[in-house]
């Protein structure tokens, strides 16, 4: 196989995959961040990246110069202005993929940005920390073409499903599982300053094991008290996509607005001041 792939964005995923994926025979990875161009971290990624042999393009149209697949992989904030920057830069032959945790119409938002050059565009949905496993980890897909594409990355070891031609559906089941296990990250979090603040967690743990006994709480409390420390602000961005598309199909989003917010304060509060 060659295969030329560019990432948009090297935060924890975009590191993790471009790194494995490079790894593999014949296969030249790409990769561009704005944080590049910034004096604090710009020249540490840039040496990570070189390390993992992984090529550091100086700005987003070198990255999408020769890529075959462009793959965006940035905060959902940022996803639709990532978009908006490659679409002048992408050709009919590209494929831009979206893995952002973006609710339905932020996802239908930047596909419009890059088809208007007839570039191909298909979703991801990443449905489990990528921590790990890495390119392993479970993706659903949607699109035109998320079948081809898909098989074509499954045989660099992806796990991809394609689940419809159509663009949403991937997005929305993800965004659905977030309120799930975002919601009890929050619960997590507030439950265990609290039952330790009261000096009650003893008594609570006995009875959380005595109503769920296939549970091993002090770890789910402790490894999601940890997930919200360290990736409650990115987090959070996620839950107001989510959000946004409970509003989108007429319901109220406020639990997961509210799921939100406690992700980003709790992960603020966790940062160490800074010394002057």
């Known amino acids: 196989m060659s295969l030329e792939i560019a990432f948009i964005g090297y935060g924890e995923v975009g590191q993790l995959f471009s790194r494995q994926l490079a ?3 014949g296969v030249r990875v790409t990769v561009y961040d704005i944080l590049f161009d910034g004096p604090n971290r710009g020249s540490e990624l ?4 070189s390390d993992d042999g992984v ?5 987003t ?3 999408c110069a020769m890529a075959e697949i462009v793959i965006s992989a940035v905060t959902a904030d940022a996803a639709v ?3 908006r920057q490659a679409a002048p830069y992408l050709k009919p032959h590209q494929t831009y993929i979206d893995l952002n945790s973006v609710s339905p119409a932020t996802k239908r938002n930047v596909a419009d940005q890059v088809r208007q050059g007839g570039t191909n565009f298909i979703e991801f949905a990443v449905m489990a920390p990528v921590s790990g496993v890495g390119i392993e980890v479970p993706i659903l897909s949607g699109g035109e073409m998320a079948e081809a594409i898909s098989a074509r990355l499954n045989e660099l070891g992806m796990k991809i499903t394609p689940v419809s031609s159509e663009i949403g559906t991937a997005s929305a089941t993800k965004l659905c599982r977030s309120i799930v296990i975002k919601g009890m990250e929050a619960l997590m979090v507030d439950f265990t300053l609290a039952s330790e603040k009261a000096g009650v967690m003893p008594a609570v743990m006995a009875s959380l094991k005595a109503s769920y006994p296939g549970m091993d709480w002090e770890n789910v409390a402790k490894v999601m008290m940890s997930r ?3 990736h409650g602000i990115r987090r959070a961005a996620e839950m107001r996509e989510a959000s946004r598309m ?4 007429g319901l109220d989003g406020s639990l997961a607005a509210a ?4 992700h980003e304060s709790f992960a603020k509060s966790t940062i160490p001041p800074k010394v002057e």
């Open 46 to 49: 840039k040496q990570r990246a």
């Open 228 to 230: 919200v420390e360290q």
């Open 81 to 83: 202005p990532a978009a």
């Open 246 to 249: 409970i509003a989108e199909l």
């Open 55 to 59: 090529h550091a393009a100086g700005g």
């Open 23 to 25: 790894a593999k025979p």
């Open 61 to 63: 149209s070198e990255a």
């Open 259 to 262: 799921i939100a917010e406690r």
